[in-house]
């Protein structure tokens, strides 16, 4: 099956640092990922949405200035987080879609725990 | 009121139980209904999809789906103790951006 990693997939850093996360599609071309934060016992909300080779579209509510994202091969997407906060601190996770199939079809990486001292 | 409501549980059952999952959902225009489940510090992990309405079997696992009444749900039988995990419901539908909504999840705990 199609497979999707992420790095790291925990980090600790210091509030007003920046973080990079990276997602991978391993064995796949991934023309759209996603980027999902899950707060404890919450839902996955999607933060943005990202096409290979154009800008994100961002979710209402998510400022791209702070998550900065950047899709520049079909194999991978990059999330920062640009001066963390503490309230940053969650769990994010990626997802990639081949081609032209269906939204259903995403596959998720293992997502990756952010905590911001 | 959340597009997508799913009880958070926790549900515990012992080895061997059939297990029911449910959503339910306010927006009509969802076509598509899928189950992940999700362990411990995990990405989802796709169990099932339906369109439409209807049953879906895959071995232990049944996705039932209800559109009159907004309703899904996923059954597990002979629910094993590897089946421990949170199941999230999740929709989408044409035309909506490739976006996939969410439940909150519901945590599951087969005990031996």
């Known amino acids: 099956g199609a497979v999707v990693s992420q790095h790291p997939s925990r980090v600790i850093c210091k509030s007003g640092t920046s973080v990079k996360i990276e997602c991978r599609s391993l064995?796949?071309?991934?023309?759209?990922m996603f980027w999902y934060r899950q707060f404890p016992k919450q839902s996955l909300m999607l933060m943005a949405t990202?096409?290979?080779?154009?800008?994100?579209?961002?979710e209402q509510g998510v400022e791209k200035d702070k998550f900065l994202i950047n899709h520049a091969s079909l194999t991978l997407s990059t999330l920062t987080v640009t001066s963390a906060h503490p309230e940053d601190s969650s769990f994010y996770i990626c997802s990639a879609r081949e081609g032209a199939r269906s939204s259903y079809e995403q596959y998720f990486g293992p997502g990756t725990r952010l905590t911001v001292t | 009121q959340k597009e997508v409501e799913q009880d958070p549980g926790p549900l515990s059952v012992p080895e061997g139980a059939i297990v029911s999952l449910n959503c339910t959902y306010s927006?009509?225009?969802?076509?598509?209904f899928m189950w992940y489940r999700q362990y411990s510090r995990k990405g989802p992990e796709l169990l099932m999809y339906t369109y439409s309405s209807g049953n879906k079997e895959d071995g232990r696992f049944t996705a039932q789906v209800d559109k009159s009444s907004k309703y899904i749900s996923l059954f597990i039988r002979d629910s094993q103790p590897s089946d421990s995990a949170t199941y999230l419901c999740?929709?989408?539908?044409?035309?909506?951006?490739?976006?996939?909504?969410f439940g909150t999840g519901t945590q599951l705990k087969v005990e031996l």
């Open positions: 999740a929709m989408t539908y044409l035309g909506g951006g490739n976006k996939l909504t």
């Open positions: 927006n009509s225009a969802f076509q598509y």
């Open positions: 990202s096409n290979e080779g154009s800008k994100a579209t961002y």
């Open positions: 064995d796949f071309q991934a023309t759209t």
